[in-house]
């Protein structure tokens, strides 16, 4: 049995599985086998680096309805097995956000995290008042425990959907997500900010036009403290959102303290999982987190 499976009665008894998407009408579901073969031929046959040491990773998402979460899982869990550049615990405990539990970890992924912080209980909002309040004073010593773990050198990941949460994380990340302008009607071009950036390399240099939900960030979205690998392309498709500096990053990397963050906002739809370049980007981005392929994160200006 999978991950993505053993982790499914779970989210279906806590009312999370099922249901629909909060920004597009698509039901969640797990991927198909033939789904899963595709994820599976798509994932690099090896890594980019070698690891410096035997890496494990706690990879955790859960909110009421997301599409691609089951997709993403699947996509690491193969990635993990695959390339062998760390090991993979999947988990929707906050419980794992203890400083004690934290240890054991080289990295955390964040996939898909949305509206539901990961340091909150599944059934938070089932939950009466009080055991709601108990529970965000408890986020708070939990979000401590990862900004601590990160500054003291391990690694923060997040995918798609990780900055539409509580703002605690996303001021982690280095943005926060303020809308959605293009809603993936249909593709819009991104442009590789740095070319020859070290987890731009799947790309060979070349932008691309992808169908996804291209996000709008806000506070403390800003170049003068991430290194934005890529954005949407406006010289090929018009502005559709409402910053002034017409900046719509697409994906960055920031220092924090001596550890590590990478953030991709791609990954909406099923069909990016089994996108090859993009699975290569997003390993390459857990093994910058992670410590074992080296890239500059020092944020730049935009050209």
Same mark, same amino acid.
């Given at each position: 049995?999978?991950?993505?499976?053993?982790?499914?009665?779970?989210?279906?008894?806590?009312?999370?599985?099922?249901?629909?998407?909060?920004?597009?009408?698509?039901?969640?579901?797990?991927?198909?086998?033939?789904?899963?073969?595709?994820?599976?031929?798509?994932?690099?046959?090896?890594?980019?680096?070698?690891?410096?040491?035997?890496?494990?990773?706690?990879?955790?998402?859960?909110?009421?309805?997301?599409?691609?979460?089951?997709?993403?899982?699947?996509?690491?869990?193969?990635?993990?097995?695959?390339?062998?550049?760390?090991?993979?615990?999947?988990?929707?405990?906050?419980?794992m956000f203890d400083a004690?539990?934290?240890?054991?970890?080289?990295?955390?992924?964040?996939?898909?995290?949305?509206?539901?912080?990961?340091?909150?209980?599944?059934?938070?909002?089932?939950?009466?008042?009080?055991?709601?309040?108990?529970?965000?004073?408890?986020?708070?010593?939990?979000?401590?425990?990862?900004?601590?773990?990160?500054?003291?050198?391990?690694?923060?990941?997040?995918i798609h959907g990780a900055?539409?949460? *509580?703002?605690? &994380?996303?001021?982690? /990340? @280095?943005?926060?997500? $303020? %809308?959605?302008?293009?809603?993936? #009607?249909?593709?819009?071009?991104?442009?590789?900010?740095?070319?020859?950036?070290?987890l731009n390399a799947a790309?060979?240099?070349?932008?691309?036009?992808?169908?996804?939900?291209?996000?709008?960030?806000?506070?403390?979205?800003?170049?003068?403290?991430?290194?934005?690998?890529?954005?949407?392309?406006?010289?090929?498709?018009?502005?559709?959102?409402?910053?002034?500096?017409?900046?719509?990053?697409?994906?960055?990397?920031?220092?924090?303290?001596?550890?590590?963050?990478?953030?991709?906002?791609?990954?909406?739809?099923?069909?990016?999982?089994?996108?090859?370049?993009?699975?290569?980007?997003? *390993?390459?981005? &857990?093994?910058?987190? /992670? @410590?074992?392929?080296? $890239? %500059?994160?020092?944020?730049?200006? #935009?050209?």
């Amino acid at each position: 049995m999978s991950v993505v499976q053993k982790l499914a009665p779970a989210l279906v008894a806590a009312g999370l599985w099922t249901g629909l998407c909060a920004y597009a009408a698509e039901p969640v579901r797990l991927p198909t086998d033939e789904e899963v073969r595709k994820i599976e031929a798509a994932v690099p046959a090896k890594a980019t680096a070698q690891p410096k040491r035997p890496r494990k990773v706690l990879v955790c998402g859960v909110n009421e309805a997301h599409l691609p979460v089951p997709f993403c899982a699947k996509a690491i869990e193969i990635m993990a097995r695959k390339t062998g550049a760390f090991e993979a615990v999947f988990s929707n405990d906050p419980a794992m956000f203890d400083a004690e539990n934290l240890k054991q970890f080289d990295a955390v992924i964040l996939n898909n995290s949305h509206t539901f912080s990961p340091l909150l209980p599944p059934n938070f909002k089932k939950m009466p008042k009080e055991e709601q309040a108990r529970a965000r004073e408890r986020a708070k010593t939990l979000q401590k425990n990862l900004e601590e773990f990160v500054a003291g050198g391990k690694g923060l990941v997040g995918i798609h959907g990780a900055t539409v949460g *509580l703002p605690e &994380i996303g001021n982690l /990340l @280095g943005g926060n997500f $303020a %809308d959605w302008p293009w809603k993936g #009607k249909e593709p819009f071009p991104v442009k590789l900010d740095e070319p020859d950036h070290p987890l731009n390399a799947a790309f060979g240099g070349q932008g691309f036009s992808v169908l996804d939900e291209g996000y709008q960030f806000k506070e403390p979205y800003s170049r003068e403290h991430v290194r934005v690998l890529m954005s949407i392309d406006l010289s090929k498709t018009p502005d559709l959102g409402k910053r002034p500096d017409g900046d719509y990053a697409m994906g960055w990397v920031k220092p924090y303290g001596q550890g590590r963050i990478f953030y991709s906002a791609l990954g909406h739809f099923p069909e990016l999982y089994w996108n090859p370049q993009l699975l290569r980007h997003w *390993l390459d981005g &857990i093994q910058f987190a /992670l @410590g074992d392929l080296e $890239a %500059d994160a020092t944020p730049r200006a #935009k050209k």
